[in-house]
């Protein structure tokens, strides 16, 4: 492999191997009410790319890592994803294709299912925005195939959805829907049992790279923001999708009770934001918090030279107002921390918040290595950094039981251990993260960088 492309490297570089291990070391004592399966999903290619040069982290086939703890003890376990792509190119045994644009002659275009993993309807979900989930058994992890809820939706997926804590109603949307890189995008909706209770589409004002979005308990908002896609401009060998601040941003605002009928436009000046932490109403404004970036990294200019900008995200109130008579809103730092990956406590998704974590760098160029863990009502955050040279992945919140206190519980990330080369994962308890684990989980191997996980408790396990 070329040892130039970082995505080949370090902790970026895949693991060759599926594993079940039964009874993994533990140092500490994992919290006797810590029982149910942490999943967690990221690219690992099945097998090195063709030309190394060419690969992007992203387009790695998907991998999902499965913690299940249960009375203190802990078994792990990880699988390919085995998508049409994967089997394809295991039918091969060699790449088929460089994984960026349409698949070649013959390959089916499954996507990867590499960004995130989350129950549903008593399905496990592999997500990755660009297609259909991938369906996985919950316990063997062994693939069912794409879902399409019976043929009720087709197209793009993104790999964030909401899921209502009170409805148990799950809010989606896919972009570059109907066609590569164009506007059309999706909105829809599956009640607590899976079925598809409402499919739309609309036109955004360009097409975005749209990653994720915000649900209250009331309203959805897309953030179209001006990472933007173009054929013409890919076809040209320009780069597929660029960075544009000159087209500023669009806010669209949909009530949840009547769907794309009720869009409508806010503007932005341009910023861009991968990840929400959450949104829910205050009176009769809406509020977001993001991890927002003056310009988004990884992403050149439309032509290919990088924007200089701080291309750091910190966390950012937007306050929408849909009576003020005016398309503009407001835009206010909450703190100077930068991060990424941004988590609550799940049982108030789309309602107010009080607590929020994510994952930070203590230098600059650093590693992320450090977990925050905030109390935004008090202004206060607590602080948990890894040894040096040691890296974090997203932090999950457990609460500590199913009606204990918002943010009263454990937080759950991995933690890649540079000079042992593998990695381990750790339990923080909210009650004091910068205490360090209570626990920490060892594994002989790496979990590869990746993107998203979720907890799923013990009896909410199909
Ligand atoms: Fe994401």
Redesign the pocket.
């Known amino acids: 492999m070329d040892s130039t492309n970082r995505a080949l490297t370090g902790n970026f570089a895949p693991i060759s191997f599926e594993a079940d291990a039964p009874h993994l070391p533990v140092l500490g004592e994992l919290p006797r009410g810590l029982n149910g399966t942490l999943y967690r999903n990221g690219p690992n290619p099945q097998f090195p790319p063709a030309d190394p040069a060419q690969h992007h982290w992203f387009v790695g086939d998907g991998m999902v890592h499965a913690f299940t703890i249960a009375d203190g003890r802990v078994s792990y376990r990880n699988r390919w994803i085995r998508t049409g792509k994967f089997l394809a190119e295991a039918e091969a045994g060699r790449p088929l294709g460089t994984g960026l644009g349409p698949p070649p002659e013959g390959v089916p275009d499954s996507g990867v299912a590499n960004?995130?993993i989350l129950l549903h309807s008593g399905r496990l979900l592999a997500l990755e925005e660009g297609h259909l989930p991938i369906e996985l058994d919950p316990r063997s992890l062994a693939t069912r195939g794409a879902q399409d809820f019976g043929g009720a939706i087709e197209g793009p997926f993104t790999?964030?959805p909401k899921i209502d804590p009170i409805t148990g109603e799950l809010v989606f949307f896919g972009y570059s829907s109907g066609g590569p890189l164009v506007p059309r995008m999706t909105y829809g909706t599956l009640d607590r049992a899976g079925r598809v209770t409402r499919f739309e589409a609309f036109e955004a004002p360009y097409c975005s790279m749209v990653?994720?979005f915000a649900v209250t308990d009331r309203h959805v908002l897309f953030p179209i923001l001006p990472l933007t896609g173009s054929l013409p401009r890919a076809m040209n060998g320009g780069p597929p999708f660029a960075w544009e601040p000159e087209l500023g941003g669009h806010i669209g605002l949909v009530r949840r009770s009547e769907g794309i009928a009720s869009l409508r436009w806010f503007r932005a000046e341009s910023c861009y934001v991968?990840?929400v932490l959450n949104a829910w109403e205050d009176g009769d404004k809406i509020v977001a918090d993001v991890m927002q970036y003056d310009a988004p990294p990884l992403f050149p200019l439309a032509d290919g030279t990088m924007p200089e900008a701080d291309r750091s995200a910190r966390l950012v109130r937007w306050t929408l107002d849909p009576n003020a008579g005016t398309d503009a809103f407001s835009r206010a730092q909450l703190d100077d921390l930068p991060g990424e990956?941004p988590r609550l406590d799940e049982r108030r998704a789309g309602l107010k918040n009080r607590f929020g974590t994510f994952v930070a760098r203590s230098e600059p160029e650093g590693s992320p290595d450090t977990i925050a863990w905030f109390d935004l009502a008090a202004g206060r955050r607590t602080l948990y950094t890894l040894p040096a040279g040691d890296a974090a992945s997203e932090p999950v919140f457990v609460p500590r039981g199913p009606d204990a206190a918002e943010g009263d519980g454990w937080l759950l990330t991995m933690a890649w251990r540079a000079a042992e080369n593998r990695s381990d994962l750790i339990v923080l308890d909210t009650d004091g993260v910068d205490r360090g684990p209570v626990a920490t989980v060892q594994l002989a191997h790496r979990v590869p960088f990746g993107?998203?996980g979720n907890f799923v408790a013990a009896e909410n396990l199909p």
Do not use: L, M
Request: hydrophobic share 35%.
């Open positions: 960004t995130n790999a964030h990653h994720d991968f990840h990956f993107f998203h």
